[in-house]
């Protein structure tokens, strides 16, 4: 049977009727039509899906709704201010990090994170800590660019 859980989600509380076997990734697509967290593998290993769930970036497909009841997710179309970018996104656009664009919601949700995580101090560590978001493209140059300049 289905089951209900509340989230907030970009700021919007939003309680659903979901079956358990629902990934957060397919709710956030499916029922509530954010379709900028995108599908890759379906199996958390591309890092198209990363969203931030209590500020912590995870791949959205290895979620299940139910196992975050309660959590506050953000996805690419909540980080900037209404009408405006994030800073990060404004970076990807300033740097040319993405050709095809599949992988950048994911991209920049992970960024944001490993900024907050305040991890990263070299080009290499950002390299490192942004390998779960692959691109194949293969803008990594340009992407290390961005991330570099937010950090400052
Ligand atoms: Fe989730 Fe690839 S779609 S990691």
Redesign the pocket.
């Known amino acids: 049977g289905a089951v209900t859980v509340s989230l907030t989600v970009n700021g919007k509380p939003q309680t659903l009727s979901v079956a358990p076997s629902t990934t957060v ?1 397919d709710l956030l697509r499916e029922r509530l039509h954010l379709t900028g967290t995108k ?11 990363t969203v931030l769930i209590d500020g912590r970036r995870v ?4 979620q299940l709704a139910v196992m975050n009841d309660g959590r506050e997710i953000t996805t690419i179309e909540g980080l900037g201010a209404p009408g405006g970018l994030h800073p990060m996104q404004e970076a990807f656009v300033a740097h040319d990090a993405f050709q095809c664009g599949y992988c950048t919601p994911g991209q920049i949700c992970s960024a944001v994170a490993l900024l907050k995580e305040g991890r990263a101090r070299t080009r290499a560590e950002i390299r490192e800590l942004m390998s779960g978001n692959l691109c194949r493209c293969g803008a990594y140059t340009n992407i290390v660019d961005a991330v570099e300049a937010v950090m400052g």
Request: hydrophobic share 20%.
């Open positions: 990734l599908k890759g593998c379906d199996q958390g290993q591309c890092g198209a899906c791949n959205s497909c290895l």
